[in-house]
């Protein structure tokens, strides 16, 4: 088991900027992708950015040149750095850990419990 706590979220003003963190409460080298999800009020959850194992990094188009994924395998932390918000990005964040499952074991799939980003002015 993989207990994820997000922090970071707030209120930020549009153009801002936050800082999103995710800790693990063991070692996460053995997990294959990390990644940020969120889910707009009334909408349904949705992929931000993920980050492999060896470090390949996927985007929303919609987040693409203003989001970074970042991982420290050391410190068990997973990273998004948000800039040039916008009130769109309004949205509760969730950090996610997945492992592929084997033909002897099941896939892994972890969540955290999410921290609000409110962007407004």
């Known amino acids: 088991q993989v207990q994820l706590v997000e922090s970071g979220g707030g209120l930020v003003q549009p153009g801002g900027s936050l800082r999103l963190s995710c800790a693990a409460s063991r070692s996460t080298v053995s997990m294959n992708i990390m990644g940020w999800y969120r889910q707009p009020p009334g909408q349904q959850r949705e992929m931000v950015a993920t980050?492999?194992?060896?470090?390949?990094?996927t985007y929303a188009d919609s987040v693409k040149g203003r989001f970074t994924i970042s991982r420290d395998k050391a410190k068990n932390t997973l990273s998004l750095q948000m800039n040039s918000l916008k009130p769109e990005d309004t949205a509760v964040y969730y950090c996610n850990a997945y492992k592929y499952g084997t033909g002897n074991r099941n896939a892994e799939d972890y969540w955290g419990k999410g921290t609000l980003v409110t962007v407004s002015s």
């Open positions: 980050i492999a194992g060896g470090g390949t990094t």
